[in-house]
Structure formats: C-alpha cells, structure tokens
C-alpha cells in the first residue's frame, strides 16, 4: 500500500502533461507561423512555459524538501507537478500570469508548504529556499542558450523574439526570487541563519513581501533601474530583442512586423 501510494503522489499529473502539450503545439505554431495571428502563438507559447517553470520552480522545493527529510510532500501532491495542488495555487500561478499580461515580469509567486519541523540543518533550510529560484536560473540558461552559443542560423524571428521575452520574465523571476524581502525566497535562504529574536520580529511581514517587491517596481525610476539591470544581463547572453517579444505577447495591442527594429 505504502509503495502504491508512493507512486500515485510521484506520478506526473495529467495537468501538467496538457500545460506541456500546449506549449509544444504553440511553440510549433509559432515556429512554423502557421496560424493566423503569431502574436496569439507566442501568447500562447509563453504563457504555458513560464507557467511550466512555475511549476518546476515549487518542485523544485518540495523535491529539496524530501530528501531533506519532509516526507509529508508526497502526500500535498507537490511531487506531481500539478499546478492546482499548491498550497497558494493563486500566487504561485494565477498572480505571476496575470502580471505577465499586464506588464511583462516574471514576479515570483508564493511557495509550497513545507514542514520545517522535520528538516534538521540550517544548510538544509536554505537550499530549500534556493532551489525554486535557482530552477529559474537553469530555465533562463536553457532559454538563452541559442543566443551564447549563436546558434539562431534557421531560427524564424517570432521564436526568436518569444524565447528572448521568456528568458526574461526567467531572470526578472530569478533575480526578485533572491532578494532578501520576507515571504520571498531570498530572505528564506538567509533565515535559518538569524537570531530567534530577528525572526520574531520579520515575520509578520512574511505576507507583505510580494506587495512590497510590487509597489516598489511600479516607482517609475526603480522599475526603470530595475529593467535596465535586466537589459545588462540578457544583453550579456545575447539577448537583446526582448521589447519585440514582448510586443508580440500582447498581441491585443497590435503585431510588430517580423524583423522590425527593437523598440527602446
């Protein structure tokens, strides 16, 4: 009984599978260009694949999690890559979407429960809280991969442009994931490591944190540093098409040409 329900909470929800499944279809359509608006393919495209890194991003926890020693998140569910199992399915997933439309960032979302009376070791803890973000990374290294290896001979514009707007919202993840704000990842990396007394006090601002990361961005002149960061850093994998992708995401606001100069 015991190894059945194993493999029941292990095994790859359906969910998940069709999430894949659109973004492989999508991703094809762009590629080939073959349905009537590309701008609603490249939606479509990267909607599914950021939702796919989100998804691996809370496994990435919860995997940490149980060979740290909570065994309890086989039975959440979190092993199965399904994205309605998380404890904060609205912050994990429904949030980070809907500021994907809005304006284009990779806002991190809420994580899994763990239980962290189970887990001994401060090194343990943090490398729990470093693993969704550091998915990220490894996401936003695959993504990029075509552009620092110039590897793009063949490569249609429009997937181009999608695959530079993906590996954005992966770096803006990354990088506000690691701040050291409370309720993000960041602070849970350096939290095994403070005083009792200092945990006290910083945790009832745990459920502020993401509110705080967004007001702070919508401060016209710290989104602006804060994207110009981001430029500097795609720019250095060779990424500098990304205001393009973007464009075609919303695609409601009108296609660019294909091969149109980057908007600054």
Known sequence: MTTA?????????????????????SGWAVWTEFSGSTGFAVFLFVTSAWIVSLCLHEYAHARTALHSGDISVQAKGYLTLNPLKYTHALLSIVLPVLFVIMGGI???????????GRIEGRWKHSLISAAGPLTNVLFAVVCTAPFWLDALDGVPDPFRYALGFLAL???????????????????????????????????????????????????????????????????????????????YYQFWEGEPETGAPVSP
């Open 5 to 25: 329900l194993t493999r029941r909470d292990r095994r790859i929800s359906p969910v998940f599978l069709g999430i894949v499944a659109v973004m492989a279809v």
């Open 106 to 116: 990779g806002l991190p979302g809420g994580a899994v429960f763990i239980e962290r």
């Open 169 to 247: 919202l992966q770096v803006t993840a990354a990088i506000l994931n690691f701040l050291p704000v409370p309720g993000l990842d960041g602070y849970g990396v350096i939290e095994p490591w403070l005083s009792y007394r200092i945990r006290r006090q910083v945790e009832p601002l745990a459920p502020f944190g993401l509110l705080l990361i967004f007001a702070v961005l919508w401060i016209p002149e710290v989104g602006g540093l804060f994207f110009d960061a981001v430029d500097a850093v795609l720019r250095g994998l060779g990424v500098d098409d990304w205001r393009t992708g973007r464009e």
